[in-house]
C-alpha cells in the first residue's frame, strides 16, 4: 500500500496519520510562472503497488492531460490497482445548486455521481457539527488567524447539519438501490419495510385533494415517501378532468411527493402492480360511491385492490364531496363533456320543484276535472304541459320528466274514455297522450340546457370581470396585492384571503405578506390553500378562508394566482428599484462629498509635503525660528488632515448604521 497523494493543508494531526506509510513523490511541474505539484499517475503505475491512497478526489489538476484528479483513478483502476479516495458531499455534481443554495458558495470543482456510485464500497465518514467546530476552535483545521472567518461562514451549524443531512440522505439512496437490485436479482416481490412509501391513486375527480393531504400526512408522520399514480385505460375510454388532474399532480409535487402515470386495462391490477414495483408499503384509495346495480356489474375497484394487496396496507378514505363519485382509484372517472345537472340547479331548487309538482298536478287535475265536458283533450294537455315547463324550467329534467310521465297517467285516467282507466279507446287521444310525452321531456331538456349555458356563460362573465378588475389593478396599482386579495374575496365570497412568503429554507415557516379581511387572525384550516413560484420550492403561499370552492372556482383562482405573482414580482422589482435609487442618491452624495473634501484634503498635505522636502534638502540653511515655524506648520496641517479624515469616517458609519 502506497500513499499516491495526500493533502495535510499544514495540518500536524493529518500528517501524522500517514506515519510510515510510502508516499509516491509528486510530480513537479511550472503553469503560468508558478510551480505545482500534482498526482504522478506514471511513477504509480511503474510501483505497481495494490493498494492506493489518492485524497480529494474531485480535485482539479493543473497542466496535466487529464483534468480532473477522479480520472487520474480511473487510469489507476483500469490498470488493476485497488483505489482509496475521498470526497466531499458538497463536490458531488449533483448536488451543487442545492449546496449553493445551503451555504451560499459555488463548487467549482465537482465529480459525476455515476462515477462515485460504482465504488465497490462508501464508507460515510460522519461527525456532528458541534464536534467539527471544536476541532476548529482546537486549530486542528485551519490556522488561528483563520478559525473565526470560517467558523462564521462555511463551518456555521446550520450549514454543515445541512450537509450531514444531505450525506445521509445520498448514502441511503445508494443503498436503496442496492437493495432493488438485490430483490431483482432474487425474485423477491414483496414489500421490505425499511422505508415506508405511500402511494395514492390520482383520478383528477372533486374531493382528491384532502384525499392527497391524507397520504401526505401519514408520509410524514414515518418520514417516508409520498407517490402519486394516475392510472390510465389503455383503450383511452376513461379521461380524467385534465385541469383536476394537473392540479393534483402538482400538489403532490408541492408535498414533497413524486408523480405517476401509468396504463393498464384493470386498474386494480395495475395500481397493485404499481405499488409492488414501488416497494410500497401503503396504498391510499378514495371510497367509492357506486352503489347497487352500477357497482354490481363493474365491481368494485377497492376489494379488488384489498385482494391483489397481499402485505400493502390499504387506506380507504372516505370523502365529503357529495358530487365526487370517486376519489382515488378510478372507479369511475369524471367525465367532463357532461357536466352535472347540479351545476345548473342547485339543491333547493330541485327540491322546491319536486314540492310544487306533488302539489300542482293534483291540483290542476281537480280544477280541470270539474269542467271535463267543456275543455278539450288538446287543451288539457296544453295545461299540463305549461305546468311540466315551468317545473324543468324550476328542476331541471329529470322533474321534468317524471312529471310528464305522471301528467300524462293522470290525463289518461281522467279525461281520456273510457274514464278511471288507463285503457285508450281512441287512437287520436293514444297519439295525443304520446306527442305530449315526448314535447315535455324535450322541452325539460332543452330548458336545462339553457339554464346550463346561461350558468356558463354568467360564470364566464364573472371570470373576464375578475380578470379585467385584475389587470387594470395590476396596471393602476402602486401597491396591487391587497386589492387583489380583496377582488378574491369579493368575487367568490370567501371570508379571508392571506397571502405569506416563505421565512426559512425548510418551507417550515411562513411569513405574513398581505391579506383581505382580519386575514391576521384568521384560525383553523383555510378552505383552499395554493402555492406560487417553484412546484418544489413555492416562494409564496396563499390561503383562502370560507366556503369550500368548487373545482371552476379553484380553476379562475389558479389563474389569479398568477396575476398574484406577477403583482409579486412587481413589488419586488418597486422594491429593487427604490434600493437602486437610495443607492443612487448615496453614491451622489458621496461623489459630492469627496468633491468637497478634494481641496481641504490636498492643501494640508501639500503644506506638509512642502515643509519635509524643505527640512530634507541639505543645500537650505535653517535658522532655529524656521526650523521650528515648519514643525509647527507641519503639526497644524497633520491635525487638520486628521480632523478630516476622521469626520470621513465618520460619515461612513452614520451611512452604514454603525455608529
Request: negative net charge.
Amino acid at each position: 500500500m502506497v500513499v499516491g497523494l495526500v493533502e495535510t493543508h499544514g495540518r500536524t494531526h493529518t500528517a501524522a496519520q500517514v506515519g510510515d506509510l510510502e508516499i509516491v513523490p509528486r510530480r513537479q511541474f511550472e503553469h503560468r510562472g508558478a510551480v505545482f505539484t500534482e498526482m504522478d499517475v506514471e511513477a504509480i503505475l511503474a510501483r505497481r503497488p495494490d493498494v492506493v491512497l489518492v485524497d480529494e478526489y474531485a480535485h482539479t489538476n493543473a497542466g496535466s492531460q487529464r483534468e480532473k484528479r477522479w480520472q487520474d483513478v480511473e487510469v489507476l483502476l483500469d490498470a488493476g490497482l485497488d483505489v482509496i479516495s475521498t470526497v466531499n458531499i458538497q463536490h458531488l455534481a449533483s448536488l451543487n445548486d442545492v449546496v449553493r443554495r445551503i451555504t451560499g458558495m459555488l463548487q467549482r470543482e465537482t465529480v459525476p455521481d455515476d462515477i462515485v456510485r460504482r465504488a465497490d464500497q462508501i464508507e460515510l465518514v460522519d461527525m456532528s457539527p458541534e464536534a467539527i467546530r471544536r476541532r476548529m476552535a482546537h486549530g486542528n483545521i485551519y490556522p488561528p488567524e483563520r478559525v473565526d472567518a470560517a467558523m462564521s461562514n462555511w463551518f456555521r451549524p446550520g450549514n454543515l447539519g445541512a450537509l450531514r443531512e444531505l450525506a445521509l440522505l445520498w448514502l441511503a439512496d445508494r443503498v436503496e438501490d442496492a437493495l432493488k437490485t438485490y430483490h431483482e436479482r432474487e425474485g423477491i416481490t414483496d414489500a421490505w419495510e425499511t422505508r415506508e412509501r405511500v402511494v395514492v391513486g390520482l383520478t383528477g375527480a372533486p374531493g382528491g385533494d384532502a384525499i392527497i393531504r391524507r397520504a401526505a400526512r401519514m408520509a410524514g408522520r414515518v418520514h417516508g415517501d409520498l407517490i402519486g399514480v394516475h392510472v390510465a385505460d389503455d383503450a383511452g375510454l376513461h379521461v380524467a378532468a385534465g385541469g383536476q388532474l394537473a392540479a393534483q399532480r402538482q400538489l403532490i409535487e408541492q408535498l414533497g411527493g413524486t408523480a405517476h402515470e401509468v396504463v393498464g386495462a384493470s386498474r386494480a391490477d395495475t395500481l397493485v402492480q404499481f405499488a409492488r414495483g414501488q416497494k410500497a408499503t401503503q396504498l391510499v384509495l378514495g371510497a367509492s360511491r357506486h352503489r347497487g346495480l352500477q357497482e354490481l356489474v363493474h365491481g368494485s375497484l377497492v376489494a379488488r385492490v384489498i385482494r391483489l394487496a397481499g402485505s400493502i396496507d390499504i387506506h380507504v378514505i372516505a370523502t365529503t364531496d357529495p358530487t365526487d363519485a370517486t376519489v382515488t382509484g378510478g372507479d369511475a372517472q369524471p367525465r367532463p363533456s357532461r357536466p352535472s345537472t347540479a351545476n345548473s340547479f342547485s339543491l333547493r331548487r330541485r327540491r322546491l320543484a319536486w314540492i310544487l309538482a306533488l302539489v300542482s298536478l293534483p291540483l290542476l287535475t281537480l280544477l280541470t276535472a270539474q269542467f271535463r265536458s267543456d275543455i278539450s283533450l288538446q287543451s288539457e294537455l296544453s295545461l299540463f304541459l305549461v305546468v311540466v315547463i315551468a317545473l324543468s324550467a324550476l328542476g331541471g329534467r329529470i322533474v321534468a320528466g317524471v312529471s310528464a310521465v305522471a301528467a300524462s297517467l293522470l290525463v289518461n285516467w281522467y279525461f281520456v274514455e273510457p274514464i278511471h282507466t288507463f285503457t285508450i279507446a281512441d287512437v287520436d287521444s293514444a297519439v295525443s297522450l304520446g306527442v305530449f310525452l315526448l314535447v315535455a321531456v324535450t322541452i325539460g331538456s332543452l330548458v336545462e340546457i339553457g339554464a346550463r349555458r346561461a350558468l356558463d356563460a354568467g360564470r364566464a362573465r364573472v371570470e373576464a370581470e375578475a380578470f379585467a378588475r385584475a389587470a387594470v389593478t395590476l396596471g393602476t396599482s402602486g401597491d396591487p396585492l391587497p386589492a387583489l386579495l380583496e377582488q378574491l374575496c369579493s368575487t367568490f365570497g370567501f371570508d379571508v384571503a392571506r397571502l405569506s412568503e416563505r421565512a426559512d429554507e425548510n418551507g417550515r415557516a411562513w411569513r405574513f405578506v398581505a391579506g383581505s379581511g382580519e386575514a391576521d387572525t384568521a384560525t383553523g384550516d383555510p378552505a383552499a390553500t395554493t402555492f406560487i413560484g417553484d412546484a418544489s420550492e413555492p416562494t409564496h403561499r396563499l390561503e383562502l378562508f370560507g366556503r369550500p370552492p368548487t373545482a371552476d372556482d379553484l380553476r379562475v383562482i389558479q389563474i389569479l394566482t398568477d396575476q398574484l405573482s406577477v403583482a409579486i414580482d412587481a413589488q419586488h422589482l418597486s422594491t429593487d428599484a427604490a434600493e437602486a435609487r437610495t443607492l443612487a442618491a448615496v453614491d451622489q452624495v458621496r461623489t459630492a462629498l469627496l468633491r468637497a473634501v478634494s481641496h481641504d484634503l490636498r492643501t494640508p498635505l501639500a503644506s506638509i509635503k512642502a515643509m519635509v522636502s524643505g527640512l530634507l534638502d541639505s543645500s537650505v540653511d535653517w535658522t532655529d525660528a524656521q526650523l521650528h515655524e515648519a514643525l509647527v506648520t507641519i503639526d497644524q496641517e497633520s491635525d487638520r488632515l486628521n480632523r478630516l479624515v476622521g469626520n470621513l469616517l465618520d460619515a461612513s458609519r452614520l451611512e452604514a448604521g454603525a455608529l
